[in-house]
């Protein structure tokens, strides 16, 4: 499975942005629960979103909920992320990952996710 991660970019505080994660190759893309990660400059990978298989359930990160959405089209095999209300905070690379996870308590650990892509880069500033 190829994991391409689009649509970051520069933006003001408090404004929007929508990534894209199109996942390509031999893959049944709804059998994978599909996450979004972050990091920081000069800190390590954080959890932010992620979504079941069917997209019925949704988890978030604390810091994230009520600002950002995560949803699917697994017609397109592509797994979204709106962000609203953005904060420098939010500033870092953005991963998205396809994992096996079968427990919605293990959504949010690096280690239930089996591919990666390559991340794209969200600088919220002033």
């Known amino acids: 499975v190829q994991l391409q991660a689009s649509g970051g970019g520069l933006v003001q505080i408090g404004g929007s942005l929508r990534l894209s994660c199109a996942a390509s190759?031999?893959?049944?893309?709804?059998?994978?629960?599909m996450g979004w990660f972050r990091q920081a400059p000069g800190k390590e990978r954080e959890f932010v979103a992620a979504?079941?298989?069917?997209?019925?359930?949704?988890y978030y990160t604390d810091s994230v909920k009520g600002r950002f959405t995560i949803n699917r089209d697994n017609a397109k095999n592509t797994v979204y992320l709106q962000m609203n209300s953005l904060k420098p905070e939010d500033t870092g690379v953005y991963y998205c990952?396809?994992?096996?996870?079968?427990?919605?308590?293990?959504?949010?650990?690096?280690?239930?996710?089996?591919?990666w892509g390559q991340g794209t880069l969200v600088t919220v500033s002033s």
């Open positions: 190759g031999r893959t049944r893309f709804s059998s994978y629960v």
């Open positions: 990952g396809a994992g096996s996870a079968e427990r919605l308590d293990d959504y949010y650990r690096q280690s239930s996710y089996d591919y």
């Open positions: 979504i079941s298989r069917g997209g019925v359930v949704t």
